[in-house]
């Protein structure tokens, strides 16, 4: 495999790991006898804009999708639904900041129209990643020449995943503080207690 697929596919499997916890904390949080502890929301939420958002997606768009579009007209469609899809999910992200500071101060109420952000954004965020997966990065592995797949591995290369080489020296301080506050058993924190 390509080593700029595999960083895609390691920062995608990065990307869900934390979905899926904001989705399983969600969850707990609908029992208002349960007050969540918010800090941990706003780490994952703040790991979601500055991961996937403003350096994921942004590499996608200028380096693979961009360079996809050269070599092959016939991508076009599917890439411009990926575009459209980045932009959407950036709204998607704002309504989730929004959700969780109104969640922050009507607690206990609030906690449906939160979880429909959750949800919201973990849905359409998997179903972006299945798409990339399953039909863009076969197409480019087919299209792209070598001189595209060098540039494109440097700048996937220079991502800073907080977490997706767990092996690497920058266990990166985000993602080990989402782990450090996280109740148990999804991280170190402090369990949250019934009242
Ligand atoms: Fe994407
Ligand atoms: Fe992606």
Redesign the pocket.
């Known amino acids: 495999m390509r080593k700029a697929v595999r960083i895609?596919r390691d920062?995608?499997r990065s990307i869900s790991a934390v979905l899926q916890c904001l989705q399983q904390l969600t969850r707990l949080a609908q029992d208002p006898a349960i007050k969540p502890d918010f800090a941990v929301f706003r780490a994952t939420i703040h790991y979601i804009d500055a991961f996937p958002e403003r350096l994921?997606?942004p590499k996608?768009d200028n380096y693979l999708f961009a360079r996809l579009l050269r070599r092959s007209d016939a991508t076009r469609p599917l890439i411009e639904r990926l575009m459209a899809e980045h932009v959407a999910g950036a709204r998607l992200l704002w309504e989730l900041e929004r959700a969780v500071l109104a969640f922050e101060q009507a607690w206990p109420r609030g906690a449906q129209d939160f979880a429909a952000a959750v949800d919201a954004y973990a849905d359409f965020h998997w179903n972006?990643?299945r798409l990339?997966e399953q039909e863009l990065l076969p197409l480019a592995e087919a299209a792209l020449i070598e001189e595209d797949w060098e540039a494109i591995e440097a700048a996937f290369a220079g991502n800073q995943d907080p977490i997706a080489d767990l092996r690497g020296q920058d266990f990166d301080r985000l993602f080990t503080r989402i782990v450090s506050i996280a109740p148990a058993p999804f991280g170190l924190g402090e369990a949250w207690r019934r009242s």
Request: proline share 0%.
């Open positions: 895609l920062e995608h994921h997606h996608e972006h990643m990339e």
